[in-house]
């Protein structure tokens, strides 16, 4: 990968995780800290997006159905610009996802990585971790008897 695939593939991992987080646990994360002034390049505006699927992941594609979504653009006064789109219709959760995508490009990049970032996705790892768990626990084991003919 070259380092433009590198970045583009981070920022993707990071806008994804941000999207994904719970609005209230973003919020808490971002809670109490400085951040600086921005102006809308885009105000937070709700719409709807269509999902696609394919049978089996490799088929047809076919519309599944529609979900809500509020996205925007922000660009902080150093400069840095900084989307989000998030499930739904929390404007508050759109504008912290952009203000944390913005701040990746900045100097602090490095604290809100450790501080936001990396405890984000330790906590969606646990939740997928749980969810497999209880999955695994109602699994049942087939096996097939060879009649002697």
Do not use: Y
């Amino acid at each position: 990968m070259s380092g433009t695939e590198t970045e583009t593939a981070a920022r993707q991992g990071w806008m994804g995780l941000l999207a994904r987080a719970p609005a209230a646990r973003l919020a808490a994360l971002m809670a109490g800290r400085a951040l600086p002034g921005f102006d809308w390049l885009r105000v937070p505006e709700t719409g709807g997006v269509m999902l696609r699927g394919r049978t089996g992941g490799t088929g047809a594609p076919f519309n599944l159905g529609e979900m809500t979504v509020t996205r925007c653009t922000l660009r902080l006064a150093s400069g840095e610009t900084g989307h989000a789109h998030v499930m739904g219709r929390d404007r508050a959760h759109a504008e912290r996802a952009a203000l944390v995508d913005a701040l990746m490009a900045g100097p602090r990049a490095a604290e809100i990585r450790a501080e936001v970032l990396e405890v984000l996705a330790a906590e969606e790892a646990a939740r997928r971790h749980e969810r497999a768990a209880k999955a695994a626990a109602t699994k049942v084991e087939f096996f097939t008897m060879v009649r002697g003919e």
